[in-house]
């Protein structure tokens, strides 16, 4: 257990709908990134933040969005949903920024 | 354009036998090349990281190998056993280390 929760587990929904991935760091863990997992496309990071504030961005959809919150805790939010945007999403997060990442268990999303 | 390129893509290893998982990157500014462990259902894990003012680098059974000329890295798995069964990502990045780029993964089956 890497420390790191994600909820929920498991998410079907439909296209066009919108829904929000929550994560929470680890209990001393200042940076959240957001990855995108899928069969075709692999491992790709989406956006990570460091402290409230957004500190690097990488293949993210317009459509998806993240916040972390006071309490470190963070949300992706992805609208306008797409059969594309079935994967897995997973949450890691480390101390600072340039420090050894711990990933969650992830959250499978299906849009059918 | 793939800046990360892991091969192979599967790869099957009598219990005892050394795993070999390559990568080649393309961009020079790359500064920390981790490998990740993922077994099914389970978030990525870090396994072992290197930086390029190294050219090895060996933690128990694990061990990378980089060559900064060649622009590869590699990473070698000594005396494997089925409980290393798992998919293995390796990634590089700059400067921050969240915004990383992965491999599009390796499958190791370690057969008893």
């Known amino acids: 257990d890497s420390g790191v929760t994600q909820t929920p587990k498991h998410l079907i929904t439909a296209t066009g709908q919108r829904v929000t991935l929550r994560c929470s760091p680890r209990s001393g863990d200042l940076s959240v990134y957001w990855y995108q997992q899928s069969l075709d496309q692999g491992l790709q990071f989406l956006i990570q933040y460091y402290n409230g504030e957004e500190r690097a961005k990488g293949n993210i959809l317009e459509r998806f969005s993240a916040q972390q919150f006071p309490d470190l805790h963070s949300e992706l939010n992805l609208s306008s949903l797409e059969l594309g945007d079935s994967a897995l999403y997973f949450c890691?997060?480390?101390?600072?920024?340039?420090?050894?990442?711990?990933f969650g268990p992830g959250t499978r999303l299906l849009v059918l | 354009q793939q800046q990360v390129k892991q091969s192979p893509q599967s790869l099957i290893v009598q219990k005892g036998g050394i795993s070999i998982i390559n990568c080649a990157y393309e961009n020079t500014a790359f500064d920390y090349f981790p490998w990740y462990q993922q077994f099914p259902g389970k978030g990525p894990a870090l396994l072992i990281a290197i930086r390029p003012d190294v050219s090895e680098k060996k933690e128990g059974r694990f061990t990378i190998s980089f060559n900064k000329s060649a622009k590869q890295f590699s990473l070698h798995i000594m005396d494997s056993q089925p409980g290393d069964s798992a998919t293995y990502f390796c990634?590089?990045?700059?400067?921050?280390?969240?915004?990383?780029?992965f491999g599009d993964g390796t499958t190791l089956t370690v057969k008893p």
């Open positions: 890691a997060s480390s101390v600072g920024p340039r420090e050894t990442q711990y």
């Open positions: 990634a590089a990045s700059k400067g921050n280390a969240g915004k990383s780029t």
